[in-house]
């Protein structure tokens, strides 16, 4: 069955420290993978997303996330990390298009704290 | 350009009582979706729409709940006979389906509270 796993349901961080936040992924083909920011009271925005290519990718905010296929992780990552960063982080993988659905698996969340 | 929109914004009703939540997505987008977020919770999937294909109600967690979209654009997700568990803010996504650009855009939401 398809699934996401982000194995950590909060993390704390001190401002200006690396961050690393984890996603795991359970599909049967190529995977669309995504990440989602929720700031509280607001609805999700992409922080980035792989198709294909390389497997780290930018995005916005200053976040990467690297795709690893034989681990079939796509951990997210940024190396100092702002106070403005505390929300709530998803991973995401979808669609699967070769079955013709186009429906999004989410993970549960990690909500990242930052101590000033 | 416009973003999804969702509305109300919040939304207090009593036990029983039907709602229904609206969801404008991007114009053009052929894919609009509708996600639960209870508190502390991830996104649960209920139904989306794909162009004219039937859509896919695999989420839908009882016959309380329907959605339709009408005229390939605007959608509304229905809730008769509400119960306190349907609580949660009710998230709206649309996306386009072709091969570079899967990523969802989502609505603000709307907040529902079931006294």
């Known amino acids: 069955a398809q699934s996401v796993t982000q194995p950590d349901i909060h993390i704390t961080v001190s401002e200006g420290a690396s961050l690393e936040l984890r996603c795991n992924y359970s599909?049967?083909?190529?995977?669309?993978l995504f990440w989602y920011v929720q700031s509280p009271g607001q609805g999700l925005q992409l922080l980035l997303k792989?198709?294909?290519?390389?497997?780290l990718v930018q995005g916005i905010k200053g976040f990467e996330a690297e795709f690893k296929r034989s681990q079939s992780s796509f951990n997210l990552r940024k190396p100092s990390v702002h106070w403005s960063d505390a929300a709530e982080y998803f991973c995401a993988v979808g669609p699967q298009t070769t079955s013709g659905t186009y429906k999004y698996i989410f993970g549960t969340g990690t909500r990242l704290k930052v101590l000033a | 350009g416009a973003g999804v929109s969702q509305s109300p914004s919040n939304k207090v009703t009593e036990k029983g009582k039907d709602v229904e939540l609206r969801c404008d997505p991007i114009s053009g987008h052929t894919a609009l979706y509708w996600y639960r977020q209870s508190l502390g919770q991830g996104l649960e999937f209920l139904i989306y729409?794909?162009?004219?294909?039937?859509?896919?109600k695999s989420g839908l967690p009882s016959d309380r709940f329907s959605a339709e979209r009408t005229g390939g654009s605007v959608s509304t997700l229905t809730i008769q006979r509400t119960q306190q568990e349907d609580s949660a803010v009710y998230l709206c996504a649309s996306s386009l389906t072709r091969g570079d650009s899967y990523e969802q855009y989502f609505g603000p939401g709307t907040r529902l509270t079931v006294t």
């Open positions: 599909y049967g083909a190529t995977p669309y």
């Open positions: 729409f794909q162009g004219n294909s039937a859509p896919d």
């Open positions: 792989y198709f294909s290519g390389d497997t």
